[in-house]
């Protein structure tokens, strides 16, 4: 299995930029995607392929890379931006999700 | 407008079989290219990807769970069916069932709330 590896957890002010790191095992062409997820609700998509913005999300977001390295964005970051993001490859067979970046405004 | 609901038990025993159902609005099964696809959450951890059916009637499992998995679709009733046989407490989670995205790409752009499932004896 494809194994994405990203930090536990991160904190930052709001107003500055954060940078999420996904790296993945093996190469997933530019077939990485991104979602956030606040506490009881369910995951919500940000970024799909890569680097491309979700309909109704935030310009605030962008995600790049490809191959096995891969970055969401968040620039400036706001105080409703406090969630767990994960991402998620569907190259390779199974698709398999990162185990999440905590994000904590300070 | 898209929508998605899950439905189940919410409680099980070990070793029985679960059945989820997710009902959908706003899309068709039916229409090319189109994908709903299952996940699971157990509290406080991280996704799993569990099964996709497709348009087509394609089907793919996670293989560390395929042979407890069967997908299933009734295109005419918008609904996308899960079971899982033999739970076992580890199957313990939030399922979630969410929609593959229309654009080439396999990702799901829109996912129901969820319904918790306890395996408890």
């Known amino acids: 299995d494809t194994v994405l590896t990203q930090s536990p957890a991160l904190a930052v002010s709001p107003g500055e930029r954060v940078s999420i790191s996904c790296r993945a095992s093996e190469g997933v062409n530019s077939y990485m995607h991104w979602y956030q997820q606040k506490p009881g609700q369910q995951p919500k998509l940000l970024i799909y392929k890569a680097s491309n913005l979700a309909s109704g999300v935030p310009a605030r977001f962008s995600g790049s890379g490809s191959g096995t390295d891969f970055t969401l964005t968040i620039d400036p970051v706001e105080a409703d931006d406090t969630a767990t993001y994960f991402c998620q490859q569907s190259w390779n067979d199974p698709w398999t999700f990162g185990g999440g970046t905590k994000l904590e405004l300070k | 407008q898209v929508t998605l609901k899950e439905s189940g038990p919410g409680i099980l025993q070990p070793s029985q079989t679960l059945s989820l159902t997710c009902t959908f609005s706003?899309?068709?099964?039916?229409?090319?290219?189109?994908?709903v696809g299952w996940i699971r959450q157990p509290s406080g951890k991280g996704l799993e990807w569990l099964a996709n059916i497709w348009w087509d009637d394609d089907k793919y499992y996670n293989p560390s769970l395929k042979n407890r998995l069967t997908i299933s679709k009734d295109t005419s009733n918008n609904q996308a069916f899960l079971k899982i046989t033999n739970v076992d407490t580890a199957d313990t989670a939030t399922y979630y069932c969410?929609?593959?995205?229309?654009?080439?790409?396999?990702?799901?752009?829109?996912w129901g709330p969820g319904t918790m499932v306890t395996v408890s004896s």
């Open positions: 969410a929609r593959i995205g229309l654009g080439a790409g396999w990702y799901f752009d829109f």
């Open positions: 706003g899309f068709s099964l039916s229409t090319y290219g189109m994908g």
